[in-house]
């Protein structure tokens, strides 16, 4: 069981759209998804009602509606046969609840809205996913997407200079489209819909695919081959010492450390 966790603190960054599409796509390729929506606003779950008996079945866990008759982990305990979860954080979420979210997440997907205002938050929610929830960057376990983009405006090509400065895969890059509006009113997923119509967004998504079947703990498909610091450092020896040991790790967190910085730095650079 896959476990997909789609988080930025701020506000409409598109978590839901990338959620709930992301789950339509995984139904309508015969795999047997939960859809957990955490988000008060509960948007995932009002799509998740919208879908019919026909369509490929997302099972639905409302989880910011609490039920007081089962415990919590009864409530979030997916159902027998589940192949993936897909799970909509909700907005504002503080730095010391990253941990808890991201822990047991194969992947984690960080959505991003061309803007200075949103460009400014995503380094801040990067940095926390680094040096909070302790996320590895050599992991595979965390890919940005820049989202509801167009290409050919100013704002996009900022967007992407400092997506690129991060030093974590750009998985997808997904178009401004009345689609993702028309998926969001019916209940429906892209993939669900007239492959005509939305031919172009399909193609936007095959990265994304591609990069979410790549194992967690594999190093992403462009660094194939690259070894760390800390790695080198680590087998500096067939038998580190714990001193070696212990220097590795301090390489790490300064590299962990110095990513964080330059998001914050590249953030603050694109905005002036």
Same mark, same amino acid.
């Given at each position: 069981?896959?476990?997909?966790?789609?988080?930025?603190?701020?506000?409409?960054?598109?978590?839901?759209?990338?959620?709930?599409?992301?789950?339509?796509?995984?139904?309508?390729?015969?795999?047997?998804?939960?859809?957990?929506?955490?988000?008060?606003?509960?948007?995932?779950?009002?799509?998740?009602?919208?879908?019919?008996?026909?369509?490929?079945?997302?099972?639905?866990?409302?989880?910011?509606?609490?039920?007081?008759?089962?415990?919590?982990?009864?409530?979030?305990?997916?159902?027998?046969?589940?192949?993936?979860?897909?799970?909509?954080?909700?907005?504002?979420?503080?730095?010391?609840?990253?941990?808890?979210?991201?822990?047991?997440?194969?992947?984690?997907?960080?959505?991003?809205?061309?803007?200075?205002?949103?460009?400014?938050?995503?380094?801040?929610?990067?940095?926390?996913?680094?040096?909070?929830?302790?996320?590895?960057?050599?992991?595979?376990?965390?890919?940005?997407?820049?989202?509801?983009?167009?290409?050919?405006?100013?704002?996009?090509?900022?967007?992407?200079?400092?997506?690129?400065?991060?030093?974590?895969?750009?998985?997808?890059?997904?178009?401004?489209?009345?689609?993702?509006?028309?998926?969001?009113?019916?209940?429906?997923?892209?993939?669900?819909?007239?492959?005509?119509?939305?031919?172009?967004?399909?193609?936007?998504?095959?990265?994304?695919?591609?990069?979410?079947?790549?194992?967690?703990?594999?190093?992403? %498909? &462009? @660094? /194939?081959? +690259?070894?760390?610091?800390?790695?080198?450092?680590?087998?500096?020896? *067939? $038998?580190? =010492?714990?001193? %070696? &040991? @212990? /220097?590795? +790790?301090?390489?790490?967190?300064?590299?962990?450390?110095?990513?964080? *910085? $330059?998001? =914050?730095?590249? %953030?603050? @650079?694109?905005?002036?």
């Amino acid at each position: 069981m896959q476990r997909i966790v789609v988080v930025n603190p701020k506000g409409g960054s598109g978590k839901t759209t990338i959620a709930t599409n992301l789950a339509g796509y995984l139904a309508s390729r015969r795999q047997q998804p939960v859809l957990m929506d955490f988000d008060p606003q509960g948007s995932s779950t009002r799509w998740a009602r919208k879908r019919h008996p026909t369509q490929g079945k997302v099972h639905l866990i409302a989880a910011h509606e609490r039920d007081a008759r089962v415990t919590l982990s009864f409530q979030l305990h997916p159902p027998s046969g589940t192949t993936h979860v897909v799970v909509d954080t909700p907005a504002a979420i503080p730095a010391q609840e990253m941990p808890k979210l991201t822990r047991t997440a194969d992947k984690i997907l960080v959505p991003v809205l061309p803007s200075d205002i949103d460009i400014h938050a995503c380094s801040r929610c990067i940095r926390d996913l680094l040096l909070v929830a302790k996320v590895p960057r050599d992991q595979n376990r965390l890919g940005v997407i820049a989202n509801r983009v167009r290409r050919n405006t100013l704002v996009y090509h900022s967007l992407m200079r400092f997506l690129e400065s991060l030093g974590i895969p750009i998985v997808a890059t997904i178009r401004d489209s009345q689609n993702y509006v028309r998926a969001a009113e019916t209940g429906y997923g892209i993939h669900e819909m007239a492959g005509g119509l939305v031919r172009e967004d399909l193609e936007a998504w095959e990265p994304l695919v591609q990069w979410l079947a790549q194992p967690a703990g594999a190093p992403p %498909a &462009a @660094a /194939t081959g +690259a070894t760390s610091t800390a790695e080198t450092a680590a087998a500096t020896t *067939a $038998a580190p =010492t714990s001193s %070696a &040991a @212990a /220097t590795a +790790a301090d390489v790490g967190t300064r590299e962990t450390e110095g990513a964080a *910085a $330059a998001a =914050t730095a590249a %953030a603050e @650079a694109l905005m002036g």
